[in-house]
Structure formats: C-alpha cells, structure tokens
C-alpha cells in the first residue's frame, strides 16, 4: 500500500561550529571520499557543535545554517518516536564548542537508512561540479577566491533544491517496506552546499501533527 511521504526541513538556529573558514567540515566530516569543491561526498564523523544551546524553546524541531540536511529535534520528540517504534534513525547529542558537552534534551536524527533509486529527474536542475563554462561567472568566483573557479573537479551532479511549485518526485515502489524516516542518497544544493534530504512517512507525519511539534517544515513527495 503507498503512502503519503514528506521532506522534511527545519528553521535554521545559528551556524555548524567552528565557523571560520568553515572549520565545521573539518572536526564533523570524514572527508576521505568526499569532493571538497562540491562537497559530495561528506561523512559523518562526530558530532555538531554548536555555540550555544538554541533557544526556540517552542520549536521541537531544529536545524543549523549551512546544514540543510540534518535535523534536531527535543527531548519529547525522541521519547515518543521511541515509544512509537519510528524506524530508521538513531539519536546522538550535539555537543557545545567551546566544552564538548552534551547539549541537554537535544538530539540529532541519525538517519542511515537509504534510499538510492527511484528519484525522477525530469524536472529538476542539476549542476555539475566542473570548471564554469559560463566566463563571467568564472571571473567572478575567480576574483573571489573561490573552490568553484579553482577546482579540483569531480564530475559528480547535484540537484538544485525544487523550488515553489515543484517538488521531489519518486517512485512508489522504491518506498515498498521502507523503514519510517529515510535518507536520499541523491546530492541537492548548489556550488559548495551537498545535502541528501530527509523523507518521513506519513506515519511520522501523524504523529507531528497529533503532538502539534513546532519546527517541522514538510513538503510532500509525489509519488509516481
Ligand atoms: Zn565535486
């Protein structure tokens, strides 16, 4: 049976420390296999740090600036995914930069479970990490020092973000016995920016909708 199915996004509270120069790519990410101009590719290796404790209290659903794929949620998300039985993700606490402590009652979604086919393209721009063809952009992006004029390159494509009426389109049958929340592996953002989105069910969209959590921004999936 098919369901509903929603990306998933939230408000953006502060930056990914350490900020400087991007300094977060370096302590969060295994870099290893990752392109650094495009940024496809990243892993995960250890916690967000964060400068402060966000504040939104009344927002259980949180994210950082320049992290479009990841989501925080509160400590009464994680109970009761847990109670629900959600599948497919795992909690880990992001920590403050400045002691490496826990934030308190803040988790982040750990979501591995994957989903690498199925995605349809047609309507989507994408963009290939390569050298610009287009000249007075490259002079720009070369004037301002940029990893997009300097390369290396790796030939790999992202997708841009769809934006208003447009969505993500997928095929059903790729959702058969998915676990509740899932992971695209297909790379959405722009020049430097390479996000895999987060997919819930229509599940776990209940169950938002029944607790009246604040934060979440879902856009749904059409299925075809
Ligand atoms: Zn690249």
């Known amino acids: 049976m098919t369901t509903n199915w929603y990306h998933i996004t939230t408000g953006q509270f502060g930056y990914p420390q350490p900020e400087n120069d991007f300094g977060y790519i370096n302590k969060t990410y295994d870099s290893s296999n990752a392109c650094l101009t495009c940024n496809i590719g990243l892993r995960q290796k250890d916690e967000f740090r964060f400068r402060s404790e966000p504040k939104a209290q009344h927002s259980q659903f949180l994210g950082l600036n320049w992290v479009f794929d990841q989501v925080f949620v509160r400590q009464s998300v994680k109970d009761v995914f847990e109670q629900e039985g959600i599948t497919g993700i795992e909690f880990s606490q992001p920590v403050i930069n400045k002691t490496g402590l826990p934030i308190g009652g803040l988790y982040q979604l750990r979501v591995d479970s994957l989903l690498s086919n199925g995605l349809l393209t047609d309507n989507l721009k994408s963009e290939v990490c390569e050298r610009p063809k287009d000249k007075s952009m490259f002079k720009f992006l070369q004037a301002n020092k940029s990893k997009l004029a300097e390369g290396?390159?790796?030939?790999?494509?992202?997708?841009?973000?769809?934006?208003?009426?447009?969505?993500?389109?997928?095929?059903?049958?790729?959702?058969?016995?998915?676990?509740?929340?899932?992971?695209?592996?297909?790379?959405?953002?722009?020049?430097?920016?390479?996000?895999?989105?987060?997919?819930?069910?229509?599940?776990?969209?209940?169950i938002i909708d029944r607790e009246k959590w604040r934060g979440a921004f879902l856009q749904q999936i059409e299925l075809v």
């Open 152 to 206: 290396p390159f790796c030939g790999q494509t992202k997708f841009n973000f769809p934006q208003v009426d447009n969505c993500i389109k997928l095929k059903g049958e790729a959702l058969d016995n998915k676990t509740d929340i899932v992971r695209l592996d297909y790379y959405f953002g722009s020049g430097g920016s390479a996000n895999r989105p987060i997919i819930i069910s229509d599940r776990v969209k209940q």
